[in-house]
């Protein structure tokens, strides 16, 4: 009952929402979209986290002629780099990331029979992380080959040197690695771009015109330039301590080149455009891409204090993969992803021998008015695996979902999903069907600053 009010009173605020704003909702061809291109960018940034943190206190007793002293210790450092080179016709990324921390507990007990009894726990982590993606289109067509890489790396090693209940005294260690490391190359046709940010152009020149700073639409130059700038926007925290800043101020130069400025304007009409970034209400793609590729992938864990073997897999796979977007207009799209992929695991005693992947994702987007966005969603999944006997897992997801933006980072939602679930290992068979799930939800967005100039 209470679901279906909730239902109700969302649907009846698109009556409500029939005189609202439409930020650049129609007043567009869509082929804005196909004409976007990505700008060029070329940036590294490199970071340096540390942290130092010591603990101590003393506890007292008289009666029992008992003091007990404690220490803690702690010590971590995280650097990390990124690197991206990208344009319409290549894209280098590059991130590498590197955290180690040392934790040291040190307990010491003065008494009258035992003036030394002491315990002492280390812990070591180390965990290192690098993700490499290049593509590069060639002679200029949507012909293009890709590169790839993920690696990641953790450790652990714990000590303790400990008192017995008798007396004695006893050393412990326990550790354990994780390796995974994946590298994949590949050739594949066509070009996806993210165009989500041709949206926030649009929208913002709406602003513009609400606030009586543009008479008429922008030129189609400046609307190109607004788009590229948006589509930086997520790029200017990796490089400068206050992004906002530094965005803005690009803006405005942008804006000069068509005679707009933003300087004077009040308290209201500054967070009434800044609100921009935080509008948009999901992402879009525009484009069709598709390709095949190689890749060999490898993972090993092992852990001292487990009893049972190593697990470490090496598998060669072979991937083909589709991936389709398109706006339909200004405030809808269909979407559509279908990847396969498969190998043999080389390792001669690992229990899968070979594994196979079908991973299928259809969806459609429409934005009813500015504030009410519907989504509908199914996701399958199929994999067979050959652990001696054949093991199969079967899964498929639908979910659609109705939002309403009460402002631009306070929205109220219903969902509804439906699942299916068919798992058959060589031990056991685990069938689930017709999983319905309603939720009514509240969500608050913390993506947009403050801005002080």
């Known amino acids: ?110 008494t009258v029979f035992s003036p030394t009894d002491y315990n002492i726990n280390t812990t070591d982590n180390v965990d290192l992380s690098a993700d490499e993606e290049y593509r590069n289109y060639l002679t200029g067509d949507d012909m293009f080959f890709s590169i790839g890489s993920t690696d990641q790396f953790s450790a652990y090693a714990q000590y303790a040197n400990n008192r017995n209940e008798d007396s004695t005294r006893s050393t412990t260690y326990a550790g354990g690695k994780t390796q995974q490391y994946a590298v994949s190359i590949g050739i594949g046709w066509g070009k996806m771009r993210d165009v989500t940010s041709v949206v926030s152009a649009i929208r913002f020149q709406e602003r513009l015109k609400q606030l009586n700073l543009l008479s008429n639409d922008l030129n189609e130059k400046t609307i190109e330039d607004l788009a590229e700038q948006f589509y930086r926007q997520g790029y200017y925290s990796n490089v400068h301590v206050r992004p906002d800043k530094f965005f803005w101020d690009d803006v405005e130069k942008t804006l000069s080149n068509d005679g707009v400025s933003l300087a004077g304007l009040n308290q209201y009409a500054d967070s009434y455009i800044r609100e921009v970034p935080g509008e948009l209400r999901f992402n879009r793609n525009e484009g069709i891409v598709g390709g095949v590729d190689l890749r060999l992938s490898y993972n090993n864990n092992y ?43 080389l390792i001669k005693n690992s229990s899968v021998r070979q594994e196979y992947i079908v991973n299928a994702d259809a969806g459609y987007d429409y934005e009813l008015t500015d504030r009410m966005v519907a989504s509908l969603d199914d996701i399958f999944g199929l994999t067979f695996q050959n652990m001696g006997t054949q093991g199969k897992q079967l899964s498929n997801d639908l979910n659609f979902s109705l939002s309403y933006f009460v402002e631009d980072n306070v929205s109220l939602s219903v969902s509804y999903s439906w699942s299916y679930d068919d798992y058959r290992h ?10 319905n799930y309603v939720q009514v939800g509240f969500t608050y967005y913390l993506q947009r600053g403050f801005l002080y100039k």
Do not use: C
């Not at 060589?426 to 999983?435: K, V």
């Open 1 to 110: 009952m209470k679901t279906s009010l909730v239902v109700v009173v969302i649907l009846s605020l698109v009556s409500i929402e029939a005189s609202a704003q439409t930020y650049g909702l129609d007043n567009a061809d869509p082929s804005v979209f196909s004409k976007f291109r990505i700008p060029e960018t070329d940036l590294s940034t490199l970071w340096f986290n540390t942290n130092l943190y010591y603990l101590s206190d003393k506890i007292s007793n008289h009666g029992y002629a008992y003091d007990n002293f404690n220490s803690n210790f702690n010590y971590s450092l995280t650097p990390q780099y990124y690197l991206l080179k990208e344009s319409d016709d290549r894209y280098l990324s590059l991130k590498v990331m590197a955290d180690g921390s040392y934790q040291r507990i040190h307990s010491t007990e003065y």
């Open 303 to 345: 852990y001292s204090q487990s009893l049972s073997p190593i697990s470490e897999q090496l598998y060669t796979l072979a991937d083909a993969y589709v991936n389709f977007s398109h706006q339909m207009d200004l405030n809808s799209q269909v979407r559509f992803d279908l990847s396969l992929s498969g190998g043999p695991n």
């Open 426 to 435: 060589i031990t056991y068979t685990l069938q689930t069907e017709n999983d």
